[in-house]
């Protein structure tokens, strides 16, 4: 991986330009996991916008080393998620002809390409030793009581580690799973789903309820067995973490709709997961 005292950090990208502020805040981290720092390192350097950046492939590999010698759960699933997110957010596809992702291109005028498939190397091996954990991270956060909120943020790293960028975007996007908002497979229009307050069960609207609360909801027909293979994977995991709202969705957003616009029938699961994905 990038040496911390490697020139080239000041060559990798940011938020807000050059990224060599970042193995400084890496430093620190490894003294000490402290809040203050892992804020400004993860929420102001490495992550903006729903952005990673050349300098968060770089930084990852020494988070993975950070969570494997700590003996802290706390710090380990902190950042599983965290590492998780960024995966998520990572751009699917690269360039034609190139083996690198999108955020280290910029990079091979600059450093060369032995260095950028360095960085790309470390980080996915990083990855790859991160998603090794999910089992321990999910009973983990199962035993200490996070809320079902927090519980979706650890399914979604452990989605994005499987590859599945929809279904993490999906999890994080809407994490209280007080409202989805799909696309119809047949017109493209948004599909608004939101939770009835007497069961909990999924109804659709064609416009948003925050701002058309007279309009008539659509009944979701749920699947009465998950095929979708993304999907039992979630409902499994659900079950393993405990996470009691999402498992009492899963069926519906298994499930199919007449789309409020076009009164076609749409799957709810890929009109979601379509929209996360690059």
């Known amino acids: 991986?990038?040496?911390?005292?490697?020139?080239?950090?000041?060559?990798?990208?940011?938020?807000?330009?050059?990224?060599?502020?970042?193995?400084?805040?890496?430093?620190?981290?490894?003294q000490q996991y402290e809040e203050a720092v892992k804020d400004e390192l993860y929420w102001e350097q490495l992550f903006h916008q729903?952005?990673?950046?050349?300098?968060?492939l770089a930084a990852v590999p020494y988070l993975a080393e950070i969570a494997h010698r700590s003996q802290s759960l706390e710090v380990k699933l902190d950042i599983f998620v965290t590492c998780g997110l960024f995966e998520a957010n990572r751009s699917e596809h690269s360039g034609a002809g190139f083996e690198l992702p999108v955020e280290l291109q910029p990079l091979m005028d600059r450093v060369g390409m032995v260095v950028c498939m360095d960085i790309y190397n470390s980080y996915v091996n990083a990855i790859a030793e991160l998603a090794g954990n999910s089992?321990?991270?999910?009973?983990?956060?199962?035993?200490?009581?996070?809320?079902n909120g927090e519980k979706r943020y650890v399914i979604a790293a452990d989605a994005a580690y499987r590859g599945w960028r929809g279904a993490a975007g999906v999890l994080t996007t809407f994490n209280e799973g007080d409202e989805y908002v799909a696309s119809c497979l047949s017109c493209g229009e948004d599909i608004y789903i939101w939770p009835s307050p007497e069961d909990d069960r999924l109804l659709a609207y064609r416009?948003?309820?925050?701002?058309?609360?007279?309009?008539?909801?659509v009944?979701?027909?749920?699947?009465?067995?998950?095929?979708?293979?993304?999907?039992?994977v979630l409902q499994q995991l659900c079950s393993n973490i405990g996470e009691s709202r999402l498992m009492r969705h899963i069926p519906y957003l298994a499930g199919q709709v007449s789309c409020p616009s076009c009164g076609a029938s749409s799957l709810i699961w890929p009109g979601l997961t379509n929209m996360y994905k690059s």
């Open 135 to 147: 089992s321990d991270m999910i009973r983990f956060a199962a035993e200490i009581g996070k809320d």
């Open 50 to 56: 729903n952005s990673i950046y050349s300098s968060t």
């Open 1 to 30: 991986m990038l040496d911390l005292a490697s020139h080239v950090w000041s060559e990798l990208d940011g938020p807000y330009g050059s990224a060599e502020s970042v193995p400084q805040l890496i430093k620190q981290l490894q």
């Open 219 to 232: 009944v979701i027909t749920p699947s009465e067995a998950i095929k979708d293979n993304e999907l039992a």
């Open 207 to 217: 416009n948003d309820p925050v701002f058309h609360t007279e309009q008539e909801s």
